[in-house]
């Protein structure tokens, strides 16, 4: 069943522009005729700029132009679906109803696709597969274990929540690189403007004066004439150290090692510990409260892991699970995680509650984590302040010594 963009007349003569699905052209303007209206235009539901460069022979690019959910819409699109779903609404017409309420024409495509395949006869989750770019395979295992439990609206609720709150650690997590960075590099260009077109100008009339200058400002004409000869070149050859870097990370052994050298950083270590293990848990505690078994779980939940030593510790716990050992036991003997969540996945076990356990366990890492990197935040802002004014301080009192040993034997 496809989907197709139309224009047609109402009985009073208005015109409406809709989306309808059907099975073919013909079968689309009887449908149309049958809400009475009268057909005007239909166009199949199309991405046209995908299409344009397929034609072109660019198939590859134009997989850069196919229409995808971004995080904060799938968020959006799945709590209005866990509404509507629990709400007994059917699974066709909460698809539809958002999809023709969705403002962006992809975001339409992308949802009338998925309807037409629940209509069809799929399962939900099945039709989200014909998309997975916009629902990844762990969204798709939480649907599937929901329409499988028969709880698709909790699961979606519960779905909807790992979302936002998925969202909110990406922010705060993007926050603590971002804006260290920024100043960093602001800081960097006003040293480097300095350095480039005040130190030289006014080191040249002292130059001209044919005086010895002090020792910091020769250091400072050094340093300027590096960064004017050189700086380009430097820059360079930086870049090109990045792309060897970015390169050489694409091999499973120099990235492990690298993972492995980041975990053992004093503060680095500890917060990249505590926000992996975070993502982990919360995906872990929304598939098993889903009713998903905890290998099937595991195995899902590999993928937010980013860390791939982390990433090969879930394995080797996911396999230890499948030979019967419990969770909690296997994340003792990894080793690999913060000693909380083998204390809580213990606690859920006993009890029966696993899943918001581990939930539980991910709220406090979260929590932990953004006080951390709060507090990183509240110091590293004026240690890089009161860096760059020692820097500047420096370079200003270069400029300074030569005026004040000149007047001085002036004076004399």
């Not at 679906?81 to 059917?90: D, E, F, I, K, N």
């Not at 004017?228 to 990370?249: H, K, P, S, V, Y």
């Not at 606690?347 to 406090?364: F, I, N, V, W, Y």
Request: glycine share 8%; proline share 5%.
């Amino acid at each position: 069943m496809a989907a197709f963009d139309y224009e047609a007349l109402d009985s009073a003569g208005k015109r409406l522009r809709g989306t309808v699905t059907a099975d073919s052209p013909r079968l689309a303007r009887r449908e149309l005729r049958r809400q009475n209206l009268l057909p005007v235009a239909l166009r199949p539901m199309v991405d046209r700029k995908a299409a344009g460069l397929k034609t072109a022979g660019l198939g590859r690019l134009a997989g850069l132009f196919t229409p995808r959910l971004a995080g904060r819409e799938l968020s959006l699109v799945t709590r209005q679906l866990a509404t509507l779903v629990s709400a007994a609404a059917p699974v066709e017409e909460a698809v539809q109803t958002v999809g023709m309420q969705a403002e962006k024409p992809a975001i339409k495509r992308i949802l009338m696709s998925v309807r037409a395949g629940v209509t069809e006869g799929q399962s939900l989750s099945r039709a989200l597969a014909q998309h997975p770019r916009s629902f990844p395979p762990l969204y798709r295992a939480m649907v599937a274990a929901g329409e499988e439990s028969g709880g698709l609206g909790p699961v979606l609720e519960r779905l909807a929540d790992h979302l936002e709150k998925s969202q909110k650690v990406r922010a705060k997590a993007m926050t603590a690189l971002v804006y260290p960075a920024v100043l960093a590099l602001t800081a960097v260009g006003v040293v480097v403007a300095l350095m480039l077109f005040v130190v030289p100008k006014v080191v040249e009339q002292f130059e001209s004066m044919g005086r010895e200058l002090p020792a910091l400002t020769r250091l400072m004409i050094t340093l300027s004439d590096a960064v004017r000869d050189w700086g380009l070149a430097g820059l360079l050859l930086f870049l090109l150290a990045l792309l060897a870097g970015a390169r050489a990370l694409r091999r499973s052994a120099v990235r492990q090692r690298a993972d492995g050298a980041l975990l053992r950083l004093p503060l680095v270590g500890k917060l990249l510990r505590g926000l992996e293990t975070a993502r982990l848990t919360r995906t872990l505690g929304a598939l098993i409260a889903s009713g998903s078994p905890v290998v099937d779980a595991l195995g899902a939940a590999r993928a937010t892991v980013a860390n791939s030593v982390l990433r090969e510790a879930v394995d080797g716990i996911a396999v230890q699970v499948r030979e019967g050992a419990s969770l909690s036991g296997a994340l003792r003997r990894a080793d690999r995680f913060p000693p909380v969540v083998t204390y809580m996945a213990a606690m859920g076990e006993r009890s029966g509650t696993l899943g918001p356990m581990l939930e539980k366990c991910a709220d406090h890492l979260e929590a932990e984590f953004d006080t951390a990197v709060s507090l990183a935040l509240s110091l590293l802002e004026p240690a890089i302040i009161v860096a760059m004014g020692g820097v500047v301080a420096t370079i200003i009192l270069s400029i300074l010594l030569p005026i004040i040993q000149f007047n001085t034997m002036g004076l004399a």
